[in-house]
């Protein structure tokens, strides 16, 4: 018996250590989004300074091949609202009709379409134009902040986030949050290569889509809380 308690309470101390660690790591990644995003708006709108810009653009031209664009081509589909959109309307339906978690059926569309409305109003606000020199053909609408790397942090991070907290395969939950992460990365590094975002787009699109996406969660998870605590009982009183 005391053998056993001995066993949960230093488990416990092991969970409430790991806990720790990755609230502090998310903490981080929030502090250096939110120093990163201002050094970008700072850097572009107001020291009107694209050399880094620029710099990139010119290093990628050595890269340009038949191949790579396919494979950038295919990577930004994976971001863009065709792909989406049906992608959060069957994890909706999922969490809705087959898995039957309530919250997860919620958080999914509260985050897309909140992340979609900041999206376009931060577009709007900053009304950069895109690149002129793209490499296949012309996109429509502002550049900054990029929304394929915005909606892609947003979406995959929030898949992540379930994997994290619904997988209990140690070795699974790993490789899946690994492999969404680079997905991320790739589309916004495909925006790059197709020359229809700066680079400081899609780094912004990174940063403030991180920030929403902790905030949107956040909110959701106390909202969430209240009402198992204090709604749900009076409901089934």
């Given at each position: 018996?005391?053998?056993?308690?001995?066993?949960?309470?230093?488990?416990?101390?092991?969970?409430l250590a790991l806990l720790s660690t990755e609230m502090i790591i998310v903490l981080l990644i929030f502090i250096l989004s939110i120093v990163g995003f201002i050094y970008i708006?700072?850097?572009?709108?107001?020291?009107?300074?694209e050399v880094f810009d620029y710099k990139v653009f010119d290093?990628?031209?050595?890269?340009?091949?038949?191949?790579?664009?396919?494979?950038?081509?295919?990577?930004?589909?994976?971001?863009?609202?065709?792909?989406?959109?049906?992608a959060n309307i069957?994890?909706?339906?999922?969490?809705?009709?087959?898995?039957?978690?309530k919250w997860y059926s919620i958080k999914i569309p509260v985050i897309a379409l909140s992340?979609?409305?900041?999206?376009?109003?931060l577009k709007a606000f900053f009304g950069r134009k895109r690149p002129d020199i793209p490499l296949l053909r012309e996109a429509e609408g502002l550049s900054f902040p990029s929304?394929?790397?915005?909606m892609?942090?947003?979406?995959?991070?929030?898949?992540?986030?379930?994997?994290?907290?619904?997988?209990?395969?140690?070795?699974?939950?790993?490789?899946?949050?690994i492999l969404l992460f680079?997905?991320?990365?790739?589309?916004?590094?495909s925006r790059i290569y197709l020359r229809v975002h700066y680079p400081s787009d899609v780094l912004a699109g990174f940063a403030i889509g991180f920030l929403w996406l902790v905030i949107s969660v956040y909110i959701i998870n106390r909202i969430e809380k209240f009402s198992n605590r204090k709604i749900a009982p009076v409901v089934q009183s």
């Open positions: 018996m005391i053998r056993k308690i001995t066993h949960r309470i230093k488990k416990g101390r092991a969970e708006t700072r850097n572009v709108f107001i020291l009107k300074n290093f990628l031209k050595t890269h340009v091949s038949k191949t790579n664009n396919n494979i950038m081509l295919f990577f930004t589909f994976l971001g863009t609202h065709i792909f989406l959109i049906p069957i994890l909706i339906i999922y969490y809705l009709f087959i898995k039957k978690h992340s979609m409305a900041l999206m376009f109003a929304g394929h790397a915005f892609s942090v947003t979406f995959y991070g929030l898949l992540i986030y379930i994997i994290w907290n619904s997988v209990q395969t140690k070795w699974k939950k790993w490789t899946l949050a680079l997905l991320i990365l790739i589309i916004g590094f």
